[in-house]
Nanobody
C-alpha cells in the first residue's frame, strides 16, 4: 500500500483545514488508518485512527471534539477534518496504515505503511 498525504497549508487560529490520505496499490479494506503529527523539536504524536471497515475510531485528547476522521471508500481515501485549529496544532501530519489491536492504535510501531507528511501551519 502506498499512501500520499496532502492538503496542508497555512491556516489562521480558529480556522479549518482538511487533509487527505490517498491509498494506492491495494485497498485499505481490513486496515486501520491513523494520523500522526510531528512538530519541530518534538516527538511524533498520535492524532487519531479509524478502522476502514468501520466501528472503531479513536482520537488523542488534544484533538478530540475538533478533528474528525472520515473515509471515502470509492476513492480509497481517508480524510482528517481539522476545525478550531490552534497554533499548537502546527506540525507535519502523516498518515499510516496497519492492523493494530485496539489497545495499540496510538503507537507508531503498529503501522507499517507510511505516507509522506504534509505541513500544517496555524498562524495569524
Amino acid at each position: 500500500v502506498q499512501l500520499q498525504a496532502s492538503g496542508g497549508g497555512l491556516v489562521q487560529p480558529g480556522g479549518s483545514l482538511r487533509l487527505s490520505c490517498a491509498a494506492s496499490g491495494a485497498t485499505l479494506s481490513g486496515y486501520t488508518v491513523a494520523w500522526f503529527r510531528q512538530a519541530v523539536g518534538k516527538e511524533r504524536e498520535f492524532v487519531g485512527a479509524s478502522r476502514w471497515s468501520g466501528g472503531t475510531t479513536t482520537y488523542a485528547d488534544s484533538v478530540k471534539g475538533r478533528f474528525t476522521i472520515s473515509k471515502d471508500r470509492a476513492k480509497n481515501t481517508v480524510y482528517l477534518q481539522m476545525n478550531s485549529v490552534r497554533p499548537e496544532d502546527t506540525a507535519v501530519y502523516s498518515c499510516a496504515s496497519g492492523r493494530p489491536i485496539l489497545s495499540s492504535m496510538a503507537y507508531t510501531t503498529s503501522y507499517y505503511y507510511w505516507g509522506q507528511g504534509t505541513l500544517v501551519t496555524v498562524s495569524s
